[in-house]
């Protein structure tokens, strides 16, 4: 006698495929807040200008500049390690609250992370601070922030 | 000699044979962390090697762990000389790398993708810059 299962089958392919659309979004939802971080601590900070303007967006990217939370002194910042400066931890968390706007529901959004501070642009390439001092971050950040996620992404690791 | 320097001497050895035997064989290079002296009025070069993070990149009893990186090339031309000899400079150090393998053993691995070049402008200490970036991905196996 010949049972049909085509439903249960149906079921279970449907199951399956929501199962994948949430591991993607998962993976994005990852990734996105990986690559979020990942640029903020590789950014030296004097002012705290140029972290602070690491916008995260959905849909549409940010086109303003925010001033950059003070407080304390800047310090000699050429003379500290990367993420030590005074005013690292304000700012670079006044950044990463903007991420909150990504969930797992919106994973498939463009995402956006925008840098609108004059200062970006120096930083990634190595011109920064400008003549008579030590440039603090030659490595950039943008860069080898990409090469970071995507052999990430490749090793599933996100 | 520890794995991550048998890929720097693997990298700076490829730039001095290749360098040597090219056009370009009087060009003063600076490695990192060398004492070195910017020449006046002519063009010169600095190299830089920029670690990223890392992950392990496959399963099993040995698995491999994979790094990544830059290598930078920056090609300092004066300043109103024009881009042609820089361009000439810099497409040539990319061609060392470009989309080449290294250090072939099973598990063990030194891979460049493809250069990309941007013209800078002015820097510090005078001339104009081309910035030569040659991602590169380092696995490793566990022994």
């Known amino acids: 006698m010949f049972r049909s299962n085509a439903s249960s089958f149906a079921k279970q392919l449907e199951n399956c495929y929501q199962k994948k659309i949430e591991e993607a979004a998962t993976r994005v939802f990852k990734t996105a807040r990986f690559v979020h971080k990942s640029l903020i601590d ?9 972290v602070r303007n690491y916008i995260m967006t959905i849909g549409t990217p940010y086109a303003g500049v925010l001033p950059e939370i003070g407080g304390v002194p800047t310090g000699r910042t050429n003379q500290m390690p990367l993420g030590t400066e005074p005013r690292r931890a304000e ?4 950044a990463l609250e903007s991420g909150s706007v990504l969930t797992k529901v919106n994973a498939f959004s463009k995402i956006y992370i925008t840098n609108n501070s004059d200062s ?16 603090r971050s030659p490595n950039g950040m ?13 090793s599933k690791a996100l | 000699m520890s794995k991550l320097d048998q890929a720097r001497e693997t990298i700076v050895s490829e730039i001095k044979n290749r360098v040597a035997a090219s056009a ?9 962390n060398h004492a070195f002296s910017q020449p006046p009025n002519a063009p010169w070069v600095r190299v830089s090697l920029i670690g990223g993070d890392s992950n392990q990149a496959s399963l099993g009893l040995s698995p491999t762990d994979r790094h990544v990186g830059i290598l930078q090339f920056d090609v300092v031309v004066p300043e109103d000389s024009g881009i042609k000899t820089g361009n000439e400079i810099g497409e ?3 061609s060392i790398f470009d989309k080449k393998q ?3 053993t099973p598990g063990n691995s030194l891979n460049f ?6 013209w800078m402008g002015t820097t510090q200490g005078g001339g104009v810059r081309l910035m030569v970036r040659i991602p590169y991905r380092r696995d490793v196996k566990d022994s």
């Open chain 1, 120 to 135: 970006v642009s120096g930083l990634e390439h190595g011109e920064l601070p400008g003549d008579g001092y030590t440039p």
């Open chain 1, 42 to 50: 590789k950014t030296p900070v004097w002012e705290g200008v140029t």
């Open chain 2, 102 to 104: 290294f250090l072939a």
């Open chain 2, 24 to 32: 370009f064989a009087s060009i003063p290079i600076a490695y990192p």
């Open chain 2, 113 to 118: 993708k493809v250069p990309s070049y941007i």
């Open chain 1, 142 to 154: 943008f860069g080898i922030t990409l090469e970071e996620a995507l052999s990430r992404l490749n």
């Open chain 2, 92 to 94: 040539f150090l990319g």
């Open chain 1, 91 to 94: 700012n670079a968390a006044a």
